[in-house]
C-alpha cells in the first residue's frame, strides 16, 4: 500500500522530519535531563512525561520517513480552465442552493472541517477534469447521489494557497 504524495507534500514531510529531529529532539532531552537531576524516577512525573514526549517524537519521524519511502509521487498540474488537484472550486449543491468552497489535496491533506477534500473522495472523483459551469454529479453510495454546480476554479500555488488564476 502506498500514498500518493505531490513533491510539495514530499518537501514538507521532509521539513517536519528535520525540525523533529533537530529542534524536538533536542529540547525532549533537555527535558530528560532535567527530570533525571531531579533524583529518584519511579515517581518522577516529569520524567515519565518527557520519556512519552520523546517516543511520540520517534514515532512521528518513523511514520514520516515510510510515507515518503513508500511514496508514489503524483502530478498537481491540470489544464488552466479544469478542476485538479491543489484547485480550489467553488460549488453550489443544487438540493440546496448553497454555496460551498472546497480545495482538492491528497489524501495525507485531506480536512473536510477545513474544506480540504482528498483526490480519492467522492465529491474529488466527480469535479476533477470538469470546468465552471458544468454541473457533475456526486455518488456518495450506491442509493446516494446528489448534483453540484463549479461555479468557479482557483489555480492557486500550493505553497501559500494564493490564487493565481480563477476560470
Known amino acids: 500500500m502506498y500514498d500518493e504524495l505531490t513533491e510539495e507534500d514530499i518537501r514538507k514531510m521532509k521539513e517536519e522530519i528535520a525540525y523533529r529531529k533537530n529542534t524536538v529532539h533536542q529540547e525532549v532531552i533537555h527535558d530528560l535531563q532535567a527530570a533525571r537531576a531531579q533524583g529518584d524516577l519511579s515517581e518522577n512525573f516529569e520524567y515519565y512525561a518527557a520519556k512519552k514526549a520523546n517516543g511520540r517524537n520517534n514515532s512521528r519521524i518513523r511514520y514520516l520517513e ?51 477534500i482528498g483526490i480519492d473522495s467522492p465529491a474529488a472523483k466527480a469535479l476533477v477534469g470538469h470546468k465552471a459551469g458544468d454541473t457533475v454529479t456526486v455518488k456518495v453510495s450506491p442509493d446516494y447521489e446528489y448534483d453540484v454546480r463549479i461555479i468557479r476554479i482557483d489555480k492557486t500555488t500550493d505553497e501559500t494557497g494564493d490564487r493565481i488564476n480563477s476560470y
Open 66 to 116: 515510510n510515507m515518503i519511502k513508500t511514496a508514489k509521487i503524483i502530478r498537481d498540474d491540470s489544464a488552466p480552465d479544469t478542476v485538479g488537484l491543489n484547485n480550489t472550486v467553488t460549488i453550489v449543491a443544487d438540493d440546496d442552493g448553497k454555496e460551498e468552497v472546497w480545495r482538492i489535496v491528497t489524501t495525507v491533506r485531506q480536512n473536510i472541517m477545513k474544506g480540504l
